[in-house]
């Protein structure tokens, strides 16, 4: 964190404590904002934006820039402290830095291209465009398995788009976001006078301090990641004072194995999309949907693969699966899977595994569960390594099985028939917002509409339109008749 610029005396600051899932530690102690301090930074923030709006949008995206090389030049520093707060392997940790320095090339890009359009007015001597303006102060609540790239996914489109940014990090990892906004602040120091002070305002705490930020109508624009639980909170109080709601929640996410499924494509495709980071990502494969024909031919061997995948200390070579972030995460896989086993299922794995003989810490062995039906504990997002296994007949079914549960958020088929693929991809096919063919449906590209969860809206954050969110539209008509000669002939209506 010093090579990151965060003066370490931040890190004994408070009595806030912040953990390792690695070990189950406390590494350090921080100061924890109140609700009143969050509503002064949201104060300062309407400042900064104030001043911010006015800098021309291409010279706001070599704010961004400048950001992306930060993130460059600390990625191995930033990726380690995402394993060392989020427990995700050293890959999965130096992908989320990744991820950012992708969001920020493509907001750079974006700060040139934000576009409205020209339209054909029905008035003669008139002009009729779009005006796109920033939207104001954009609150950013994250969650802690993405911890900081869920954040640039959001504060790149909000800072090219002319918005300041008041950011709640999950109050399970507050390090890693200390350590990018010391990151931003030297990007901000190389940018110059013309980014305010403000522009991105940081506050550390739990729900009560996120609810500062959800209920101040100084902030048109709420920006919430999170389970459904969350989002169902949040949704209706941003809506109440007519605030915009962006909502990033969980996903129960499934994927079919069609009967003409390339088997050791599918294999590797659902071992990563299942188990990588512990079960513990948005759009993690939760619920397996295979066709009878090809069940015995691949759930074995998706079996003997659970049972040897290597669960340790996520920074050590070799670790393919690292601890779930506390015993909270435990207590709620081991729930999942006794009431797994009330409905009928057969379970394989999902028992504590000892790491190191770290008390505090929490290891689990993957587990895969065998179902009679789509039922209990199928039908809801266990944030943990659990998947469970299901047979199907017809892709009819198949499909309103992918669909038959609330948290849609990212979902995929396995198969090399182009109507069964086509179908699946169809406004009769997956209803969610994201829908693949033969990979899993766990990760995105930024380049892409992220996610949404089909009950709220799906495809909102990252690529594609996803900026028009940070903004608000403006239309203008322009009459120039008046100075015309060419008007001769043509009445003009006089109220
Ligand atoms: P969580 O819902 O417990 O907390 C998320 C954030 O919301 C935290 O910062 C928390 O302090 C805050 N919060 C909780 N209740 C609040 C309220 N009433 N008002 C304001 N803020 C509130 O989620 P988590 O355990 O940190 O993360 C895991 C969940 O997030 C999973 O369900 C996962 O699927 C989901 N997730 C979704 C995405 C996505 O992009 N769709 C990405 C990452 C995680």
Redesign the pocket.
């Known amino acids: 964190m010093g090579r990151m610029g965060v003066d370490p005396a931040v890190l004994s600051a408070g009595s806030m404590p912040a953990n390792s899932p690695l070990t189950g530690e406390t590494v350090a102690s921080l100061k924890e904002d109140s609700a009143e301090e969050a509503t002064a930074a949201v104060g300062r923030a309407v400042e900064a934006f104030k001043a911010w709006r006015t800098v021309p949008a291409p010279r706001r995206g070599e704010l961004v820039r400048l950001l992306g090389e930060e993130l460059r030049a600390h990625k191995e520093d930033l990726g380690l402290l995402i394993s060392i707060e989020a427990g995700k392997i050293t890959s999965e940790g130096l992908g989320e830095v990744q991820e950012m320095i992708d969001i920020c090339d493509f907001a750079v890009g974006l700060s040139r291209q934000l576009y409205g359009l020209t339209i054909a007015t029905e008035r003669p001597g008139h002009r009729m465009m779009e005006t796109w303006h920033p939207a104001g102060v954009v609150g950013v609540?994250?969650?802690?398995?993405?911890p900081v790239a869920?954040w640039s996914?959001n504060a790149a489109l909000a800072f090219v788009s002319g918005d300041s940014v008041v950011w709640?990090?999950?109050?399970?990892?507050p390090l890693t976001a200390i350590a990018v906004q010391a990151l931003y602040e030297r990007a901000r120091a190389k940018f110059g006078a013309d980014a305010p002070d403000g522009l991105l305002e940081m506050v550390q705490?739990?729900?009560?301090?996120?609810?500062a930020?959800?209920d101040d109508p100084r902030v048109p624009v709420l920006s919430?990641?999170?389970?459904?639980?969350?989002?169902r909170?949040?949704g209706p109080?941003v809506a109440e004072r007519f605030g915009r709601s962006i909502?990033?929640?969980?996903?129960n996410n499934a994927a079919i194995v069609s009967s003409s499924a390339d088997l050791d494509l599918t294999l590797r495709g659902v071992a990563f999309a299942a188990m990588g980071t512990a079960g513990?990502?948005?759009?993690?494969l939760r619920r397996l949907i295979v066709h009878e024909s090809v069940y015995d031919a691949l759930v074995p061997r998706l079996i003997s693969a659970y049972a040897s995948v290597s669960v340790g200390v996520s920074t050590e070579e070799g670790t393919l699966v690292g601890p779930l972030?506390d015993k909270d995460?435990f207590d709620n896989m081991q729930a999942a899977l006794e009431s797994a086993k009330a409905e009928g299922g057969t379970v394989h794995g999902g028992e504590r595994v000892n790491v190191g003989g770290y008390e505090n810490a929490y290891y689990a062995q993957p587990a895969i569960v065998e179902m009679p039906s789509q039922c209990g504990p199928v039908l809801e997002?266990t944030?943990a390594p659990i998947l469970y296994v299901m047979r199907y007949s017809t892709l009819e079914e198949a499909i309103a099985m992918q669909n038959g549960v609330a948290?849609g958020?990212s979902s995929s088929i396995f198969t090399n028939s182009l109507s069964e693929a086509e179908t699946f991809t169809s406004a009769i096919g997956s209803d969610c917002g994201i829908a693949n063919v033969n990979i899993g449906p766990s990760g995105a590209e930024i380049g892409g509409a992220?996610?949404?969860?089909k009950e709220t809206g799906g495809g909102r954050?990252a690529g594609s339109d996803a900026w028009k969110a940070y903004m608000r539209r403006a239309t203008n008509t322009i009459n120039y008749s008046g100075a015309l000669p060419l008007a001769q002939g043509v009445k003009f209506d006089v109220e």
């Open positions: 609540i994250t969650a802690f398995n993405f869920v996914w709640k990090p999950s109050e399970k990892s705490g739990g729900r009560e301090v996120g609810e930020l959800v919430a990641t999170g389970s459904t639980r969350m989002g909170q949040v109080r909502l990033e929640l969980g996903g513990q990502r948005c759009t993690t972030i995460a997002e944030f948290a958020l992220f996610g949404g969860e954050e």
